[in-house]
């Protein structure tokens, strides 16, 4: 059984700059692709940026140079480091091991 967790969601001003974690339970962390979605008020869940089980990053048009995210296997965490928020960055971000998992979400909110 896999669980993920998220923190370091929060109220932030509009420029500044917040970093989520997500840890996994389990065992398999390592083999799989990892990664961060975000629910929007209003809008369906989307991908924000996701890193494969060899590195490889992918992420959104509107959050590249801006977001960072990375993975510690042995620590079974990911990371997103979000730099010059804006206030559309606002909304849950959850995290996702594929194939199927998430975590409950963390609230970020961007003031402007």
């Known amino acids: 059984q896999v669980q993920l967790v998220e923190s370091g969601g929060g109220l932030v001003q509009a420029g500044g700059s917040l970093r989520l974690s997500c840890t996994a339970s389990g065992s398999i962390f390592s083999l799989y692709g990892v990664g961060w979605y975000r629910q929007a008020p209003g809008k369906d869940r989307a991908l924000v940026a996701i890193?494969?089980?060899?590195?490889?990053?992918t992420y959104a048009d509107s959050v590249k140079g801006r977001f960072a995210i990375s993975r510690d296997n042995a620590k079974k965490a990911l990371y997103l480091q979000m730099n010059t928020l804006k206030p559309e960055d606002t909304g849950v971000y959850y995290c996702y091991m594929a194939p199927r998992y998430w975590g409950q979400g963390t609230q970020v909110t961007v003031s402007s």
């Open positions: 890193i494969n089980n060899g590195g490889t990053t």
